[in-house]
């Protein structure tokens, strides 16, 4: 494949992987939202609290939207390691989307409705970016490509004959 071919190759399925991310992440932004909502207009908890709330029931949906949609191809043989680099990360996501809207709230004060909203919505677009690199770095690791592991085949295929000795007397 010629290295222009490779590198379109490599942007359609960057491409792919960031359309499929974003879904679920479009879908998981419906449930941070929405539960997030309900916890304010329906109970005494304070915004910021009640944000986090629906920031963790949207990290729990989009860990299942991830594992079994987006990255259902990549590396599946270390779960536990898996999951807790996902939480690790999701919970450095949440730190990042509940601080805007905490600086929002407390610092300035921009704490009506709407503004709760837009400020939940900037932060979740902040720790969207972070979650994205660190999904698919550390988190759903890509298999190795199988050309890769082809031409390693082939040259190992190759490399058996030629490994072989020739009966015939030992050299003392």
Do not use: C, H
Request: charged share 20%; proline share 4%.
């Amino acid at each position: 494949m010629s290295e222009r071919g490779a590198l379109r190759t490599r942007l359609e399925l960057l491409a792919r992987e960031v359309a499929k991310f974003g879904a679920v992440g479009a879908l998981g932004l419906v449930v941070n939202m929405v539960v997030s909502n309900l916890i304010w207009r329906t109970t005494e908890i304070p915004v910021v609290r009640a944000g986090l709330m629906g920031t963790v029931v949207a990290i729990l949906f989009n860990y299942v939207g991830f594992r079994y949609w987006t990255y259902r191809d990549r590396d599946k043989t270390g779960r536990t390691r898996e999951l807790m680099l996902f939480l690790l990360f999701s919970a450095v996501g949440a730190v990042i989307e509940t601080g805007v809207l905490y600086v929002a709230t407390y610092g300035f004060g921009w704490n009506s409705p709407v503004q709760s909203n837009v400020f939940k919505i900037v932060g979740i677009g902040i720790a969207t970016l972070f979650r994205f690199w660190s999904y698919r770095t550390w988190v759903f690791r890509a298999l190795p490509a199988k050309e890769a592991v082809l031409s390693a085949e082939r040259f190992l295929e190759q490399r058996r004959p030629s490994d072989e000795v020739a009966p015939g007397p030992v050299p003392r």
